[in-house]
């Protein structure tokens, strides 16, 4: 991997072409925008001849107040990118040699980034074909060890609470849209929100998706009796859930709670840019995550409580 064979040098430089490519690389004041600055070689900062702030590689972008090298940075994004399925903080810190916490934090960082950079308020449109679907993730309860001591664990009674419901809205050739609800039928106002009029809306037979047909040219599917029926489907939706279900197992096991919302755009990412090759991602990555701004969320010291909130 060439990211890994870079001097600190060669990826500050990296990083400034990828972060001020609309300027072609040179930097600019995150502040007020001026692009006269000193470069103060000692501590590889800029400082601003208009109004004298003195910033950073980073500054202001989603990885500001940073302790790691920037090479370390550009090798996470790297690293991220290429799981298929997924890339879980406890790998991700072993292949940087840095704590869980760092890689965990740094880890959300960028699926906040990618979230941001493929966030579309609508999909669909005139004639064009949306899936929808909803599957619950999260909420592991482990049976009981003898046997006339366990409850059947899809009741709600015998939940934790934590099980979680993730609507899909995805259009064909298009982009995927994920939102996270406690039931299905929760995400009905966001689907109103968010799936453009005049779309083709393809659904199963469950009741709650019954006041859709008010709204949309809209196609049901037994999937008791068919996986297909005349064009009818929601294959694509389906294909969504296995790659955040494989996710779920086989490389983050537990994903419930306030993440899952964060784990679904990361796969809604990966399902959509799937086609492209490995580089294409990876600058797709990096100049979303350099050009997003300061995170509320994941600033500051180990802040996992803000989005526990």
């Given at each position: 991997m060439s990211v890994a064979r870079m001097s600190e040098e060669e990826a500050r430089a990296t990083f400034q072409a990828i972060r001020w490519a609309d300027n072609n690389g040179k930097p600019y004041c995150p502040r007020c925008g001026c692009a006269d600055a000193y470069h103060l070689a000692a501590r590889q900062v800029w400082k601003c001849k208009g109004c004298a702030h003195q910033y950073s590689v980073t500054s202001g972008s989603i990885f500001s107040s940073r302790k790691l090298p920037v090479r370390d940075i550009l090798l996470a994004i790297a690293i991220f990118v290429n799981g298929a399925k997924g890339h879980s903080a406890l790998q991700l810190s072993r292949d940087l040699d840095v704590q869980y916490k760092t890689a965990f934090v740094l880890a959300h960082k960028i699926r906040q980034a990618l979230a941001d950079e493929d966030l579309r308020d609508m999909v669909g449109g005139e004639d064009a074909h949306v899936e929808i679907d909803g599957a619950f993730f999260g909420g592991y309860i482990k049976p009981s060890n003898y046997k006339e001591n366990r409850r059947d664990r899809r009741l709600a009674r015998n939940q934790n609470g934590k099980r979680r419901c993730v609507v899909i809205m995805r259009e064909r050739k298009g982009r995927t849209l994920p939102f996270v609800f406690k039931s299905e039928d929760a995400g009905l106002a966001a689907i109103r929100q968010h799936v453009a009029p005049?779309?083709?809306?393809?659904?199963?037979?469950?009741?709650?998706?019954?006041?859709?047909?008010?709204?949309?040219?809209?196609?049901?599917i037994n999937h008791s009796q068919a996986y297909s029926d005349d064009g009818a489907c929601t294959n694509q939706a389906e294909s969504f859930f296995s790659r955040l279900r494989r996710a779920e197992i086989g490389i983050h096991h537990h994903v419930a709670g306030p993440y899952l919302a964060a784990y679904a755009n990361e796969m809604a990412w990966r399902e959509d840019n799937r086609r492209l090759s490995n580089g294409e991602q990876y600058l797709i990555a990096t100049n979303a995550a350099l050009v997003h701004p300061k995170s509320a969320i994941w600033a500051g010291y180990w802040q996992r409580h803000k989005e526990a909130a």
């Open positions: 005049g779309s083709i809306v393809h659904a199963d037979e469950a009741s709650h998706w019954d006041v859709l047909e008010a709204r949309f040219l809209t196609k049901r």
